[in-house]
């Protein structure tokens, strides 16, 4: 995907996201660290252009949440943010890649430790398939159908000064 691409995917997800939930009342954007969190903040723009409805976008870190903290010897844990309640909204997890699902449970965990919303939807720019869980996309920017040996590359211009997706190979690239 190039800068284009992700624009469109962007614009085409947020248009899904009113529609599913009938308008931008009740909704939190939380999105996964660290690229999850300028998808989650360019999904508000939209609906905030389109709309005129300025929704809140938190900052979720999930590393504490991770069932591979054992694999994981020098993690960075950095700070969960929301400025509002969980509590009785429709929370929508953004994310960069939805891959094994194990992110986006880990993710659900730690919303739940700060409230019950009253639903967890899940947007993802890119699906890339092999699930390692029972987790299925609300919202799907692209599906890039992958083979294991390979990396999903998603860079932002907000975390890497360029937008766009690229597959690599894993033992290569």
């Known amino acids: 995907m190039d800068a284009d691409e992700m624009r469109r995917a962007l614009t085409r997800m947020h248009h899904e996201i009113l529609e599913r939930n009938h308008g931008a009342e009740g909704l939190l954007l939380a999105g996964i660290r660290t690229r999850g969190v300028p998808i989650a903040e360019r999904l508000a723009g939209h609906i905030n252009d389109s709309e005129g409805v300025a929704v809140p976008v938190g900052h979720l870190d999930i590393n504490l949440y991770r069932d591979d903290l054992s694999e994981r010897p020098r993690m960075r844990v950095r700070t969960t943010t929301m400025p509002v309640d969980v509590a009785g909204r ?12 194990r992110t986006v449970r880990a993710a659900m965990d730690a919303i739940s430790d700060l409230g019950r919303p009253l639903r967890i939807q899940l947007v993802a720019l890119v699906d890339r398939g092999h699930r390692e869980l029972p987790v299925r996309a609300d919202f799907v920017g692209k599906n890039i159908p992958t083979r294991q040996s390979e990396l999903v590359r998603v860079r932002l211009f907000e975390t890497d000064g360029v937008d766009d997706v690229c597959i690599l190979d894993r033992w290569v690239d």
């Open 90 to 101: 429709t929370v929508v997890l953004a994310d960069d890649v939805l891959y094994t699902g």
